[in-house]
């Protein structure tokens, strides 16, 4: 069991090698493939959970060799969050993604690749092998984005890719920085050679802002968020889903590692430009994202837009570096993430059954298909922030730890985030249960299980041959929404869980 | 390996301006890359298998591999290559390549050591011999990796099958 | 620094703004490939022959020969100018970025120093003392690709592996055909 | 100044291809060229790692010959960053040649143009 | 002062919430849905009374669900100020229900089940938000109270009601904003959020400043539903909604719930004590007196009928608010009296505003005159609220005002008082042209209005009615399809009333009685609360909340 940190990293890929293998033969065939790896990736990676939330956290040091010389991996609360969320949101997708497509097997094994470079991003403990998994990450990302039919999704894949590649190579420039001061990798070590080199240095410098910027660009951040739109709104639905709720969450945790772990709390306190800096961008983007968001009339653009914003929230909880925000800024992703990811399903399955994209598209939604809006309306108003839902809880941890640390600026944004974030949701509501179906509209099923075989004239789906809704994707859209609801009430306890984390994230 | 001609547009390839200026068998070519391609071919199993003690190691060794086989497509002709090397075995050959690797870490696991702790694999000079299957698994990967790439770029898009597009 | 590398130098610097500025793709491509090539030369001057070897086979090899496959697929848009238009807002970053580099420059160890963090690091000298023994590999890059930095190379592999199921992915071809 | 400058030519050669890269990605109107901008950026930062490594008189890290040697550890690092360059690279250009037969230019102005219209 | 552990409040909160999906389920059978309100309805109701007796006695039922967040537990409590809201809460929504069945069907509106269930939804938040025992818990209801009355007021699905929804949504989440921050605050400042008679220890001794500016968001925050000017102008807007929704949403669970969190804020958070010494009530107190004189001033230029009683609303509350912003024991009390005492008195003057819009499709001032004859019960009963509004005694209003007159002398407040008087004088200013209308004019021409009766009563649609009995006297139909045709659902829109009212027999030939039996029910509440205030059990429960939080028994 103490090899769960590697195991979890190599499994997607042995489900990536059998998905392929067994492509020669049977065409379909990478669905199960994916479906019984990941069901594994969740047992092993609760497992695992069980081992980072209880305790003092460890760490498991890959081929015995000694620690700062080999790879550390890193088993605490942060990371086993991250783990068993990526492990069960590539579930959730995969469910609706079986009818949803795309069904090839090379495109599930590149689904199981991306597991890996999330998981291993999660994981890992050292600076470098982080470059590794991100680009396995984004590498694998691009590919799905550019797996929808049509040109856009390869202009929108291309341009991913790009502004990606930039931004991780950005970060591995900050890395050779710090690599440079110190002569080290290893974050822990990292850590205290570069006390030892004393934050004045402007090679230290240096390497948090180039790591900070290139990881602002895999968050997407106003203003280097500018794939992200495309990215989210030209690949197909389940791509998008996957992709909306874990790479940008996963990035914001390698943020919230490198920064804490390596650079730790006192080198904010020491460098006059660090804190403002993560904290300008973080109510820069939050203010901004929300009013494109606002601007935008497609669906997944606005989501998108949406995403932007609310990973303000993280950044701001990141920058103000005490426990209060360290724990809202953990449950904030996850719930964001649940809530996001669901959000993009449910808008696949609107443009499935009704076949609609924008925002005008969604009058009546209510009567047509109940299922499909009653869970968005859930999901929205969960990130707007309405109690019980998780969206509260990450709020309120948020806006507790900004005032613990004085900041008032940020709060007072945070704060009127919600109503920010109302701006562009309340339409939908609004369009969805209190207007009629435009005249002549597709009356979606009745009863959104029954697949009726609408007409799938979306233009991001993989298979659009007999793209109805089935049983999977409503069921993992209802998940999404119960979830939304009822993660809050594990909160307490995921707080104690989390707190010796939290400790030793900020000594 | 024949070279047969290349009547059919998809298996079509040429520096410039595509089918403007298609591809024409040059016996020339054909006959220095059958001379030449044997060594290279020779030289990346050499970097490959000698990245232990000297400059080279899989990587570089399953690049140059790669590029012997390149060689042969760009003289032979892309499709004939392509037959000629399947698709089931370049894609067999790849996962053989990565499971090698992961097989390792994982025969340390199973011998009760850490993943890629290779001297807990209960074989004399383990660690060695644990490093060159490694090395020779990323070759295999590369190699492949390198040939597919090429193959895939040379086809395009699934689209251009049934269209031909140009300017 | 000696005159050969100084040589090198300026062929890197030239062939890479060659490749910027040439107009007609093909020709950039060429000096592109003429730049892995100076690159690899710098290696090998830099004592690094692994990253050489590489550097000739990918970037003067592979890397080459996909860009050339590339225009062989799509276009190579004529042109009578020889030279691109700068584009000033790509200026203006590229020399924002460059002038933010260049700042650090006087912290940065003088190249070729022995007592530099690297060179005197507890890793590196971990490394060179310890790898022939731990590892049984005299060559210490390959011993710590291997072995002590073997999830990295793992990572590598995947990354090759996941370019070449994500190219098919992109090009929706099936496998490997 | 000038000491410093020679001591660090190597470094300051890898920020001008650093800039000349970026230039390139942002500013090339031609995709393939903007994916070579890429290659360009990043063997900059591959520059800059490896001359921190080189140590003058130091021979390559092949423990069968004589001391003393330059780190491994760069290598290591470049080497794989190399490898991720190809693939990234590969990637791209699937992706070019496909947007190329979508819509028949290479022009990145022309092709966000289209695909915005659908 | 004992606590009980018992599931019955959290029982009295769910039970509506549990009935939400028969409601939804049973939406093709208006009778079996129907049904399931009613008895969720009496459910509820029999559970807060069953809570009665013991928070008389002193105890309080605590149902603790676990740890919430740092600071604060999920844990209901039913305590005497809490049972005080469930109670008005919880009983008018039974009145409530039957009227809706009327209301609905008498207009034969659409979404009904929707309606329905959304109902519910609201008065279980409602008597969340009556028995949160903390901030955290009081805002998760006050939001969710939010979300569940959005669809009402967007019920009508015309542009005139989604830009009300919006403007609802838009102040009552920023509302909601300011009750997050100040519960923020007061977390930081104290370590806890949770309600304390006599107020938080904590935050008599922290920082001024920052205590100040709590109270100043928190009583922000819930002076919105409170209807607060200047954040009062959603409530007019929202009375776009059906008549029953604006009748116990916006007179009593919606605009009460805001009133009271600002209870609670004054007794349970900061302690009548603290917000003295801090110097918050008096701003407090003048917000609320400026809003008692201008709310009345705009409710007599209102033509409209639910627009008056609307700005009437506005004007009452903030007697409430006043009242407890005054921080005079006795003026608490009345202050908290106020609150069922204004819940009987405007869910009458609304239920009768309604049955006049189902009955004859009047909603303007102007059209009423001699619409007493057509429906005598009706009018009485809202000749009664409407004197009880004004103070007059014998009627509820008068009781609370009392006691609210004389707290405020008695500190020394006399400049409210006179408020007070001036306001009571515009009452009368507001509501006896009403009434006079209704009974002592008649209009010029006497021409019947058509009224086809459904199954239940009522009308059952103006269009349909004419379309489907065409051998009804031509010239009604005519002027029916004229009417309906255009302004099914319009609130606004004015009546050329040429025609003169029927009479109609006082025994409830004027209407079903599933609406005249909730008029009546109401009226008759407001005079025992004003006859016998002493046997109605609001004032025992209130001065117990005043002596609880005070220490003075008034």
Redesign the interface.
Known sequence: MS?LP??LV?LP??G??VS??A??RLDRSGWYVAAATLSVQVAGAVAFAADGLSGAPGS???????I????ELLVDGLSATMVVLVAVVALGVLAYARHAGPR????Y??YL?LV??LT?MSVTG?A??M???L??T???A???V??GE???S??????Y??VG??GA?LY??GV??A???????NMA?LSA?LAA?GYA???VR?SF?FVVVGLFVKVAMFPLHTWQPEAYA?SPDSVSALIASLVSTVSAYALVRIVLTVFTPEFLEAVPFARPLLAATAAISIVVGSGLAVAQTEIKRMLAYSSVSQFGLVVAALSVTNA?ALVGLAIHLVGHAVMKGGLFLAAGLVATGVGGRSVSDYDGLGSRMPAAAAAFGVLT?GM?G???AIG??G???I??GT??AGAWGL?VVI??S??LT?AYF?RL??RM????APAGAETGPADAAVADGGEGHD?GSGSSADSGVSLGMVAAVLAAALLAVGLGAA??AY?SALAPTVEVLLS | MSSSSTADGDDEFSLGNGPDRPYVESPIIMATVRIVAPFVFTLGAFVMFHGADSAGGGFQGGVIVGTAILMIAIAFGVGPTRDWLSASMLTALVVLGLALFMGIGLAAVASGGAFLEYTAIPVAHSSKYGIELVEVGIGIIVSVTVVGLFFALAAGHSNEDDEEVEQ | MTPVEWAVLAFVLGSALATALLRDVLASIIAFAAYSLGIAVVWLLLRAPDVGLTEAAVGAGVTTVLFLLTIAKTVRPASDDLFVDVDLTAAGVSALLVAALATTLSALPPVGSSSTPVATSRVTNYYLENAYTETEVENAVTAVLAAYRGFDTLGEAVVVFAALIGLLVVLDRGVLA | MIDVLVDRAYFVVAFLLLGIGAHMVIGDRNLVKKVIGLNVFQSGIFLFLIASAYVTGASAPLLSEPGPYVSPLPHVLILTAIVVGVSLTAVALGLIVRIYGEYGTLRADLVSEVSDGE | MTDITSLRPLAAVLVSAVAIAPILLSGSRPNVRESWTAVAALAKFGIVVSMVPGVLAGDTYVTDLGSFLPGARFALEADALGVLFALLASFLWIVTSSYSIGYMRGLDEHGQTRYFAAFAASVSAAVGVAFASNLLVIFVFYELLTVATYPLVAHDETDEARSAARKYLAYTFGGGVAVLAGTALVYWLTGTVAFTPGGIEGLASADPMFARLAFALLASGFGVKAALMPLHSWLPDAMVAPTPVSALLHAVAVVKSGVFGIARVVLDVFGPETVGNLGMGLPLAAVAAFTLVVASVIALRQDNLKRRLAFSTVSQLSYIVLGLAVLAPTSLVGGLLHIPAHGFMKITLFFAAGALHVETHTDDISDMAGIGRRMPLTMAAFAVAAAGMAGIPLVAGFVSKYFLLIGSISAGQTLFAVALLVSGVLNIGYFWPVVYTAFFESPEETDEKPLISGPLGGRLSWGRAAVADPAADDHAGADAVADGGGDAYGHEGGHDHAAGWERRKWTGGESTWFMIAPILVTALGSIVLGIVPDGAVFLRIVRLIVAGATGVHV
């Open positions: 090899d590697a195991l190599v890929i042995l990536a090698l392929l293998l492509g020669i498991y040091a890959v081929g015995d060799f000694t700062p010389y080999g790879i090839s097997n090379r495109f094994s590149t690749l890996t470079g291993g050292d470098f092998n470059y590794v998994f680009e396995i984004g590498l694998t691009y590919a799905l550019a797996s049509g040109g856009r390869a202009v929108a894949g291309l341009k890719l790009l590649t930039f190579s591995l420039l050779g920085y690599y440079i001061a110190t002569g080290t990798l070590d050679e080199v240095s402007p090679l240096a802002a030209g209060t108003l707007v309405v109690p019980p509260f809880f709020k309120w941890y806006v507790v005032l613990e709060a704060l009127l919600t109503l109302l309340a509501l609004e249960f209190f207007r009629e233009v909160v307490p707080e």
